[in-house]
């Protein structure tokens, strides 16, 4: 079953979203890495929160809010959303310790394997 582990917020101004989520919200941010601000939830708080991250991309990136969900087999999992009407924006890329890849679903719901 896959299970959702983080969440990304999509910015062309990433250092102004930053910004904001860090004063509104208290979230602690970490310096940029990829373009990709990681997001802890959790500062001074003994809940558990899901952190995530801020991103900036290309102009054909797909902007808004996504959920990570981490899979078993993330070409499985592709097949499978793929075969129910979703649509690949960024094929499979390989990271230091996973793959990522960018669905649309039913052109609202972003999902990130």
């Known amino acids: 079953m896959g299970k959702v582990v983080g969440f990304e917020l999509s910015s062309q101004e990433p250092e102004k979203a ?9 979230w602690d941010i970490s310096e940029p890495k990829w373009d990709y601000w990681a997001v802890s939830s ?11 991250g801020i991103s900036k991309g290309p102009n054909d990136y797909p902007h808004g809010t996504r959920i990570q969900i981490e899979v078993d087999s993330i070409d499985d999992s592709i ?3 793929k075969e ?4 690949v924006v960024r094929e499979k890329m390989e990271f230091d310790e996973f793959f990522l ?10 999902i990130i394997f």
Request: proline share 0%.
């Open 18 to 26: 930053v910004k904001f989520y860090s004063n509104v919200f208290g």
């Open 42 to 52: 959790e500062k001074g708080t003994e809940k558990t929160g899901l952190n995530g």
């Open 79 to 81: 097949s499978k959303a």
């Open 84 to 87: 129910n009407g979703a649509m």
């Open 101 to 110: 890849a960018y669905l649309l679903n039913f052109r609202t719901v972003k």
